[in-house]
Nanobody, 117 residues
Framework: QVTLVESGGGFVQAGGSLRLSCAAP????????LAWYRQVPGKQRVLVAR???????DYADSVKGRFTISGDTTKNTVYLQMNSLKPEDTAVYYC???????????WGQGTQVTVSS
């Protein structure tokens, strides 16, 4: 099964920074959007940030001004720079690639981000 590969999670104190990276295999083509989601135990996975093939970017209100998404849908790579981290940012972060047309979504296995107070 094809999955995306994430890296860059870890443990950081409040106010610190982390950078997440995600790469989709070259066998995946026709990516329309690349996104980061996060999930805490017992809650639904929620969108953090998304970038489209046209360059449009969306952020969850809770991360605006602190997180920056970048990437290239033609190169199958996406990054998430996370600054001024808060304990409430603690979650498993997942990378998603969504295709044109079918809208099929590929997911990564997730990377843990833990922010201590």
């Amino acid at each position: 099964q094809v999955t995306l590969v994430e890296s860059g999670g870890g443990f950081v104190q409040a106010g610190g920074s982390l950078r997440l990276s995600c790469a989709a295999p070259s066998t995946i083509s026709g990516i329309n959007t690349l996104a980061w989601y996060r999930q805490v135990p017992g809650k639904q996975r929620v969108l953090v940030a998304r970038i489209s093939s046209l360059g449009s970017i969306d952020y969850a209100d809770s991360v605006k001004g602190r997180f920056t998404i970048s990437g290239d849908t033609t190169k199958n790579t996406v990054y998430l720079q996370m600054n001024s981290l808060k304990p409430e940012d603690t979650a498993v972060y997942y990378c998603q690639a969504r295709l044109y047309g079918s809208g099929f979504m590929y997911w990564g296995q997730g990377t843990q981000v833990t922010v201590s107070s």
